[in-house]
Structure formats: structure tokens, C-alpha cells
T-cell receptor
Framework: ETGVTQTPRHLVMGMTNKKSLKCEQH?????MYWYKQSAKKPLELMFV???????ENNSVPSRFSPECPNSSHLFLHLHTLQPEDSALYLC????????????FGPGTRLLVL | AQKVTQAQTEISVVEKEDVTLDCVYE???????LFWYKQPPSGELVFLIR??????QNEISGRYSWNFQKSTSSFNFTITASQVVDSAVYFC???????????FGQGTELSVKP
């Protein structure tokens, strides 16, 4: 069984839509992350949660809104996105936030029309 | 500055060839960790190895081996007798003591042709 799952795997949305990405980890970890991976660009860390508290927010536009209801679940709520937000969104988890191995989910491929 | 450089953007080899992926890092921390991840076309980053800065022993796992050289700030990854299934993007990453977050290189796209 995959340790970190993400749904949906693919998403197409218009600029006026509202959608949510879901991530679930089955590893008993305390930290969860959202990354954005655009074509030809390195991975960009968006948000970090540790024990359900947001500990990092890397200047992400407010049209991306994270939510971490418990240590196993992480959501990314999307609204009024732009075409340049089209990317692969990866979720990861780790035991702690300092120098721990991060385990990644399969990602959600998002296309904004 | 904390930085990871993977100078090779794309590498193409023929099956059964050996291939080395280079990784050079920068950090002022004396305690840090280095990682390699594999990203196949499906998109998921697969963890391959984590190495502590105090452990300079090279590591071998099957066809994979890693060469950590602190003197040159490098952590290179070699695949011996490459196979088509090794085709993927490989990322090297650094986790410094301060902040602790993963700093990724740009990735090297490896294509292994039959």
C-alpha cells in the first residue's frame, strides 16, 4: 500500500472554479508538505505543517489555501486560479520537520484553462 | 547560501551502460543530510537514499551506488548496468541543520534506451 496518497490524480479546472486537492498519509508522520512542480522548474515548497500547525508559508498567493485537520490529512483549496498555476502538486510527509526523510505522494496534475 | 547543483540536465545512455549523475551542494552547516530521489514518468518522487554529513562511507545498493566526498561537496550517484526502467528524473537534495527543509537541485533526466 502506498504510504502517501493523493486525490484526484488529474484535475482540469476553469479560472472561476473552486476545487480541493486531498492528501493522506498512512505512515504515522507528524509533518506534511505541499510542493509545486512546474515544467522545467525545480520543486517549490509551498506549505509545511507540523502537528497540524502551519510552520511555513513560502509567499504563496492567497488563491491557494491549505488545511490540515489532523496529522494524517492535508488539503489544498484552490479558487480563482490562473493558467500559470498549472503544474504537478505533490504532497509529502515526514516524521518531523528537521532533516527527516520526506515521502511523497503520486501528485495531482492540475490544468487551469 | 544553501544550494544544490545538478549540472547535467539530460543524460541519454544505452541499456547496460554505467551512468553517473553528479550533485554538488553548498552549505555552511557542519551537520546536514543529503538525499537522492527518483521521479519516474508517473510523477511520484521515490526516496532512494539519505546520507548524514558525518558518514563519508560510500554506499552500494544493488546496481546503485553513491559517492559522498565532503572535500569537493559532492554526492554523486552511479547506476551500474542501466536498464530501461531506470529512465526517470533524478533529484539530489540537501537538508541543512538550520530550517531543516529540503533544498532540491534542478534534476537530471536520465533516458536509458534499449
Amino acid at each position: 500500500e502506498t504510504g502517501v496518497t493523493q486525490t484526484p490524480r488529474h484535475l482540469v479546472m476553469g479560472m472561476t472554479n473552486k476545487k480541493s486537492l486531498k492528501c493522506e498519509q498512512h505512515l504515522g508522520h507528524n509533518a506534511m508538505y505541499w510542493y509545486k512542480q512546474s515544467a522545467k522548474k525545480p520543486l517549490e515548497l509551498m506549505f509545511v505543517y507540523s502537528l497540524e500547525e502551519r510552520v511555513e508559508n513560502n509567499s504563496v498567493p492567497s488563491r491557494f489555501s491549505p488545511e490540515c485537520p489532523n496529522s494524517s490529512h492535508l488539503f489544498l483549496h484552490l479558487h480563482t486560479l490562473q493558467p500559470e498555476d498549472s503544474a504537478l502538486y505533490l504532497c509529502a510527509s515526514s516524521q518531523g520537520t528537521v532533516q527527516e526523510t520526506q515521502y511523497f505522494g503520486p501528485g495531482t496534475r492540475l490544468l487551469v484553462l | 547560501a544553501q544550494k544544490v547543483t545538478q549540472a547535467q540536465t539530460e543524460i541519454s545512455v544505452v541499456e547496460k551502460e554505467d551512468v553517473t549523475l553528479d550533485c554538488v551542494y553548498e552549505t555552511r552547516d557542519t551537520t546536514y543530510y543529503l538525499f537522492w530521489y527518483k521521479q519516474p514518468p508517473s510523477g511520484e518522487l521515490v526516496f532512494l537514499i539519505r546520507r548524514n554529513s558525518f558518514d563519508e562511507q560510500n554506499e552500494i545498493s544493488g546496481r546503485y551506488s553513491w559517492n559522498f566526498q565532503k572535500s569537493t561537496s559532492s554526492f554523486n550517484f552511479t547506476i551500474t548496468a542501466s536498464q530501461v526502467v531506470d529512465s526517470a528524473v533524478y533529484f539530489c537534495a540537501l537538508s541543512p541543520r538550520r530550517g531543516g527543509k529540503l533544498i532540491f537541485g534542478q534534476g537530471t533526466e536520465l533516458s536509458v534506451k534499449p
